[in-house]
């Protein structure tokens, strides 16, 4: 079973931030949280992984409270083009990734 | 960034035949690869986990006598669907993880069968 949920969709408008929200609450201590994002027919492309806290790149950032339960992957100003799916992965890097349902997001103009 | 290159991205073949498809690290070495199925608007099913020199790990309910699996190097992976049928049609994706880092993985484009 995955060790991650995330809702199953998302609705936005261009130029709108987007926060989408993953719980894993049976995080194990050396686990990263990785958020890839997949457009159809694709695979998936990596975003951003942090361990704890806050890490920001180019493209997004990551919030992740103390108890890591949970993290926030949070778009800018999204664009059409962000229509994707994101998925939110909790592992240990080396070992077999389980995929979750992932968030499809849908931007609007 | 490490690039996975997947090879073919779509083939169509027809019903009994068998397909290979190849997963290379283009600039980074990976001893374990992974195999990932797709249908429609579903998620990723992980397949088996392909180690470099020694037999791949199969999810359970994957056949492996169906989907054979190679990784005769430390950049190379290879799925072959044998005798292929139309149930077997789907979106295959592989991924590798850069044995230096062991952090995050690297995706493939993804191949998608179609079998008549």
């Known amino acids: 079973l995955a060790k991650t949920t995330q809702p199953i969709s998302m609705d936005s408008y261009e130029g709108q931030e987007v926060n989408i929200t993953c719980s894993h609450n049976?995080?194990?201590?050396?686990?990263?949280i990785t958020w890839y994002q997949q457009f159809p027919s694709q695979g998936p492309r990596f975003i951003i992984q942090?361990?704890?806290t806050k890490v920001t790149n180019e493209v997004a950032s990551l919030f992740i409270p103390a108890d890591r339960k949970s993290s926030t992957l949070s778009l800018p100003r999204v664009s059409l083009s962000d229509t994707a799916v994101y998925y939110c992965?909790?592992?240990?890097?080396?070992?077999?990734?389980?995929f979750g349902a992932g968030t499809r997001l849908f931007v609007k103009a | 960034g490490a690039v996975v290159s997947q090879h073919p991205s779509r083939v169509i073949c027809k019903s009994g035949t068998s397909v290979k498809i190849e997963c290379r690290s283009l600039d980074f070495q990976a001893t374990t690869m992974f195999w990932y199925r797709q249908f429609p608007k579903q998620s990723l099913m992980l397949m088996a986990t392909s180690n470099e020199g020694s037999k791949a790990t199969y999810e359970q309910g994957v056949e492996k006598d169906k989907f054979l699996i190679n990784h005769a190097s430390l950049t190379l992976s290879t799925l072959t669907v044998t005798s292929a049928h139309p149930e077997d049609s789907s979106f295959y994706i592989c991924?590798?993880?850069?044995?230096?880092?062991?952090?995050?993985?690297?995706f493939g484009s993804g191949t998608q069968l179609s079998v008549l």
């Open positions: 942090g361990y704890k």
């Open positions: 991924s590798a993880i850069d044995s230096a880092t062991n952090e995050k993985l690297f």
């Open positions: 049976n995080i194990a201590t050396n686990d990263y």
């Open positions: 992965l909790a592992d240990t890097g080396g070992f077999k990734t389980i």
